[in-house]
């Protein structure tokens, strides 16, 4: 069977690439560049360079390589292939997600809204109509506060005010940095949840969910909230009934991470839908979960009881030269848990040496590159308050 999958650059279509190949999927690759990251898989049987997604070409693609199922990846495929739905043929996006459904899911204040009328806590949250309004909302927030984009695509604007000096400031900062107005929508301001990241994973179709699984943040680059750079498989029954229950009530279709922070009281708190491949999707391959693989399953009308026995938790994953060693910059004492992980044999990583060498040369290349800019950047600090 061919599929084509979109976002070749990302670890994401990295993983999706090898874990189909090696069940002999033939893998065709969406790229921006002939460098991007999954075509110099050996599992990779064909590339289609496109910079601006010219539909004519991708169908011309699709024909010739008797492409059967379009899996897109980041969140700009999700809207390309949503908004051009009608230019291509339906039963090659059969897995994805309404108009509708991606809509609410990229906007935060949508998922919230939603969320709270089906009973699901999200942290308080306020929505400042005007840069000048930032002001009456510095003595009514509690500190720290997070400055975040109202929306999932586009760049992951996220920022913490201390004091009502430092949040005036820093939004005033963000808005004129990033263009924002009122027009195109401006920053929220959310509660700051102390506790660990958690997700609920799952592959719906039609409402119906095919299969699922669960896990927590690790380790996290920044530390004080970014992209997960490990992560464990874990089984908590409150987190997989509220996060059946948002999938369930939007009857969605296609994968969907239903992300939570779990407070250090036990209560979970609704962050996000991501309605795309996630960045950490390697874990639910390493536990046994492998949602592609079903989708080609189930578009071909074969049984997929065997290949749906459920997981495997407390399963470690570590993306080393995706931001793990990264994470030891930020402090000493993070060193040992990212280099005790980094040679355990029981925590799997995304660095396929022996079996798909040359796509792990390249992120290593990648690595060294960002450690001389991190150190140039450290001296250049150094050197200014000197």
Not at 94 to 107: A, E, G, N, T
Not at 164 to 170: A, F, G, M
Not at 180 to 203: C, D, H, N, W
Not at 212 to 230: F, I, K, N, W
Request: some cysteine; hydrophobic content about 40%.
């Amino acid at each position: 069977m061919n599929i084509l999958v979109t976002d070749a650059n990302s670890k994401t279509a990295l993983g999706i690439t090898r874990s189909l190949g090696r069940l002999n999927v033939k893998i065709f690759l969406l790229a921006k560049n002939e460098t991007d990251l999954s075509i110099k898989s050996k599992y990779c049987k064909g590339f289609l360079v496109n910079h601006c997604k010219n539909k004519e070409n991708i169908n011309s693609y699709i024909k010739s390589n008797k492409i059967k199922l379009i899996i897109p990846i980041g969140a700009e495929s999700m809207l390309y292939f949503s908004s051009n739905r009608e230019y291509f043929d339906d039963s090659l996006l059969v897995f994805l997600p309404s108009k509708d459904q991606i809509r609410l899911s990229y906007s935060k204040k949508s998922t919230y809204e939603f969320a709270k009328n089906i009973g699901i806590k999200i942290p308080e949250t306020y929505y400042p109509d005007s840069i000048e309004s930032i002001s009456k909302y510095k003595d009514i927030v509690n500190y720290p506060i997070v400055i975040k984009w109202l929306y999932e695509a586009g760049d992951n604007i996220v920022d913490y005010a201390y004091d009502s000096n430092e949040l005036v400031r820093k939004y005033e900062d963000i808005c004129h940095n990033y263009g924002f107005r009122k027009e195109s929508g401006l920053p929220m301001l959310q509660e700051y949840i102390t506790g660990v990241g958690v997700g609920y994973f799952a592959l719906f179709y039609n409402g119906s969910c095919i299969s699922d699984y669960q896990h927590m943040r690790l380790r996290e680059a920044p530390p004080t909230g970014g992209a997960s750079v490990a992560a464990i498989t874990i089984n908590d029954d409150d987190l997989k009934r509220q996060g059946r229950l948002m999938l369930e009530s939007l009857q969605w279709n296609g994968v969907a991470m239903v992300e939570f922070k779990k407070s250090h009281n036990g209560h979970l708190y609704l962050m996000e839908i991501n309605s795309k491949f996630w960045g950490s999707h390697d874990l639910g391959l390493a536990a046994g979960v492998n949602f592609p693989f079903l989708m080609t399953r189930i578009i071909q009308n074969k049984n997929i009881d065997n290949y749906d026995m459920g997981y495997v938790v407390d399963q470690r994953f570590s993306w080393p030269l995706n931001g793990d060693i990264k994470y030891c910059l930020f402090g000493v004492g993070r060193f040992i848990s990212v280099v005790k992980d980094l040679f355990s044999p029981k925590v799997k990583n995304n660095l396929s040496i022996t079996d798909d060498t040359l796509p792990t040369l390249i992120l290593f290349k990648r690595f060294v590159v960002m450690l001389f800019i991190e150190i140039y950047k450290l001296l250049k600090g150094v050197e200014k308050k000197v």
